[in-house]
């Protein structure tokens, strides 16, 4: 290993937050130069009558406390800043920063997640969209009662907030018997799993959950060797996009007539390609979930409302494609 590559990712600084000179709304991530919403929120903003510009926050992984402190206090404190969605962090920011904001929603406190920051009257406010925009990105490629007629399982891999989003939307008691036979997550820290089983302990459903501690690859090919035919498969580690590789090996065994869904659609996206090399099996990107997700926390930041179907969308949808 080279002296570079054993060199950690730079550290975030508070000299790195700068006070607006116009209305900002704020992308918090990891590599946030290289997502499709910095040219796809402009042509939004112009079609939307937006006064506002992206900018984006880069944190290395599960960065210090601290510096999710001082990202939340300098968007509650700078008066251009009018609020961000949050990707990667949304977890660890909730957990630093939960006593910076004035209002939490329900979805917020019961995920131990921010994914949107808001702000209403001088009040700063956790948003957790998650479970909404995830359910939308499902409905789109998810067969209505394919649960129900295949008694099928998700294995989600990676324990974080996107999977508690998917897990609380496919369990709800509301879906009748439309509903997931089991949901297991896998994730490479015990952590991290402890934590999901602490959530989705609160969810008021029946549907089982399984913990695995899956530190390598091999491992998630079990459990997904495991899974019954029409199951659905996620990669939800952000291997792929903000790290390369992917949870799975070339080896996996993947469900007779199952779905795949890759919640990266930019990146080296090895999960993917190793889904569509599998004869018979639904393979979906996170191109949809990626729409879904920007929308409704425009929607919440600006205070606008925004469509989640139908033509208004399809505008929207078809903006971000050209700009993509």
Known sequence: MTETARRPAPSFTAATLRPADEPTFYFIGVTTGSSSIQRVFPAWAHELGLDA?????????????????RVVDFIAQDELSLGGLVTTHKIDLFRAARDRFDVIDELAQLMGETSCISK??????SHAKDPISSGRALDAFVPAGH????????????AG???LAISWYLSRP??????????????????????????????ATDTPFDFVLAPDARDNDEVIAAAPPGSLVVNATGLGKDAPGSPVTDAASWPQGGL???????GDLVFLDQARRQPGLAVEDGWTYFLHGWTAVIAEVFDVELPSAGPDFETLSRLAQEAR
């Open 147 to 158: 649960w129900a007629r295949t008694g099928a399982d998700v294995v989600s891999m990676g």
């Open 161 to 163: 907030g996107s999977t």
């Open 260 to 266: 795949a869904w890759d919640l990266n659609y930019r």
């Open 120 to 125: 209403r009257g001088g009040r700063l406010i």
């Open 53 to 69: 510009r992206l900018q984006g926050i880069d944190l290395p992984l599960h960065a210090a406390a601290d510096d999710y402190r």
């Open 174 to 203: 509301e879906r009748g018997a439309d509903r997931p036979r089991r949901i297991v997550i896998t994730n490479r820290s015990q952590p991290r799993l402890e934590h999901a089983a602490s959530v989705t302990a609160r969810f």
